[in-house]
């Protein structure tokens, strides 16, 4: 299974990810850019997706996104870095990231907590 994106816990059954592009070529103007075709969405059932993203859009996705930036602006995420930042965190769910010390990508997953155990890891 291919997917774009952070790991995320085994067990996750539904989850979202992107691999963002760390644009860091001015030092004036850093920023993330989040890209539309390299994004995945995966889950076993058509609710469990659909619920997830109508949590991304709820402004879940828009704070993440700003966090990012603003990390990336700070300096605090580096395109060398193999650190984990959490961007968002409430009651229901998480969205984590990492550039995995890739000079140039920042990848990122979403997903619900306490979803049931499977069997699948997709790390």
């Not at 075709?37 to 076993?44: A, F, K, N, T, W």
């Not at 659909?50 to 402004?59: K, T």
Request: proline content about 2%; some cysteine.
């Amino acid at each position: 299974m291919f997917y774009f994106g952070y790991r995320v816990p085994e067990g996750t059954k539904t989850f979202w990810g992107c691999r963002a592009i760390l644009d860091g070529r001015n030092f004036k103007h850093r920023y993330v850019d989040f890209v539309y075709d390299r994004q995945s969405l995966m889950g076993e059932s058509k609710k469990d997706r659909d619920e997830l993203i109508y949590w991304l859009e709820s402004g879940v996705l828009k704070q993440a996104i700003s966090k990012a930036d603003e990390l990336f602006k700070n300096f605090e995420i580096m395109t060398d870095m193999n650190k984990e930042f959490t961007l968002y965190e409430d009651e229901k769910g998480i969205v984590i990231s990492n550039p995995g010390a890739s000079y140039g990508y920042l990848y990122v997953s979403a997903y619900f907590k306490n979803q049931p155990e499977g069997n699948e890891d997709v790390r």
